[in-house]
């Protein structure tokens, strides 16, 4: 790829419409060049940092609540709560993903 010797920032955009790709959102792009380095930036820029994971009793009642947990956690979610079927706190352990959560921008 060749760069004018005097310009160090390239722009670059799709040339294929985004309604003629399915799933596909338009993109800008900026490439910059350091003086050892390609640095590449995007405008649109999400974070997940926490998942809602589903927890479920360890007594048998399958009572099921909701908990979040940062997504680079090693372990899965474990939680000491009340479970109203048994009436007693019992032991809760992930059972599964909901969702991923997006940094909130507004």
């Not at 792009?29 to 350091?34: E, I, M, V």
């Not at 048994?86 to 921008?105: A, D, F, G, N, P």
Request: proline fraction near 6%.
């Amino acid at each position: 790829m060749f760069f004018p010797p005097d310009q160090n920032t390239v722009e670059s955009y799709s040339l294929t419409p985004a309604h003629c790709i399915p799933n596909v959102q338009l993109v800008r792009c900026t490439l910059t060049l350091d003086s050892n380095s390609v640095n590449m930036s995007t405008s649109q820029q999400a974070f997940v940092k926490t998942v809602m994971v589903l927890l479920e009793s360890t007594a048998g009642s399958h009572h099921r609540i909701v908990a979040f947990r940062p997504k680079l956690a090693t372990s899965r979610k474990e939680k000491i709560a009340f479970d109203p079927l048994v009436q007693q706190h019992v032991l809760y352990r992930e059972l599964r993903k909901i969702r991923s959560l997006k940094k909130w921008s507004g």
